[in-house]
C-alpha cells in the first residue's frame, strides 16, 4: 500500500537543517548517489554496504521512516551513507549547494507516489523545476534513473527531463528491459514477483 502525505501542505513547506556533511560522510570526496523518495531506505542501505567507495544520500518525506533508517545505518556503522527528511520540491537547490560541487554521479527517483487524480498531479515529485536544478548540479558523467510500475507516471518524468534541452536518453531505445542497478527495492521486486511491467530509464547530459 503506498501511504500518500500531501507535499504541498503547510508541513511540507517548512525550511529543514541541512546536516555539516564533514561529520556525516567520512570522505566527501567520494561520488554521491541521491535517492529522491527513499521510502524505507533498504535499498540504499544494500547500495552504501555494496559500494563503500561511493556516499549516498536518500531523501524522504516522511519523517518516521528516515528516523528508523538512519537508526539502521547507524547500526552498520556506515559512514558513507545518510537520510533527510523534507520536500525535496521545497529545498533540493540548497541541499545540492551544501553537497561537495560536482560530485553528484546518479539521481535516482523509483516508484514515486502516482496521484493519479487529475487535481492532484501537480503533487508528483518530478516537476521542471526539480529537472532545471538537477540539470545545474549533476556531474557531466553523471545518470538519473527514473522507474515505476505505472506507465504514465514513467512517460511523464521521462517527458519531464526531455523537455529539457540539459538532457537526453543515454541509450536510443529509451525504456530498459532491465534493471541496470546492483540492488532492486522492494517495490520493484514486489512488482515483478507479480509479473507485472516495470518501466525504466536512464538519462544523462546533452553534451553537445
Known amino acids: 500500500m503506498r501511504q500518500h502525505v500531501n507535499p504541498l501542505s ?4 517548512q525550511s529543514i537543517s541541512i546536516p555539516h556533511w564533514s ?3 567520512s570522505n566527501l570526496s567520494q561520488p554521491f548517489h541521491l535517492d529522491l523518495g527513499c521510502a524505507r531506505g533498504r535499498f540504499l542501505l544494500q547500495m ?20 528508523e533508517a538512519n537508526q539502521i545505518k547507524d547500526e552498520y556503522n556506515l559512514t558513507n551513507l545518510y537520510y533527510l ?26 516508484f514515486p507516489d502516482p496521484w ?27 545518470q538519473i534513473f527514473l522507474q515505476s510500475d505505472i506507465q504514465e507516471v514513467a512517460e511523464e518524468m521521462c517527458e519531464k527531463f526531455l523537455e529539457n534541452s ?3 536518453p543515454l541509450t536510443p531505445e529509451i525504456w530498459l528491459t532491465e534493471n541496470p542497478l546492483e540492488v532492486m527495492t522492494e517495490r520493484e521486486i514486489a512488482t515483478l514477483n507479480k509479473g507485472e511491467k516495470v518501466y525504466r530509464t536512464i538519462l544523462i547530459l546533452n553534451q553537445s
Open 23 to 25: 561529520q556525516i560522510y
Open 48 to 67: 552504501a554496504q555494496k559500494n563503500p567507495h561511493k556516499n549516498y544520500l536518500g531523501i524522504e518525506i516522511r519523517e518516521a521512516l528516515v528516523t
Open 166 to 168: 540539459h538532457f537526453k
Open 85 to 110: 527528511s523534507g520536500n525535496i520540491n521545497y529545498f533540493l537547490r540548497e541541499l545540492l549547494t551544501s553537497l561537495p560541487l560536482n560530485m553528484i554521479e546518479l539521481v535516482t527517483i523509483q
Open 116 to 142: 493519479f487524480k487529475k487535481k492532484h498531479q501537480k503533487r508528483r515529485v518530478v516537476q521542471s523545476e526539480i529537472v532545471e536544478i538537477l540539470a545545474q548540479f549533476l556531474s557531466k558523467k553523471g
Open 10 to 13: 503547510n508541513k511540507y513547506q
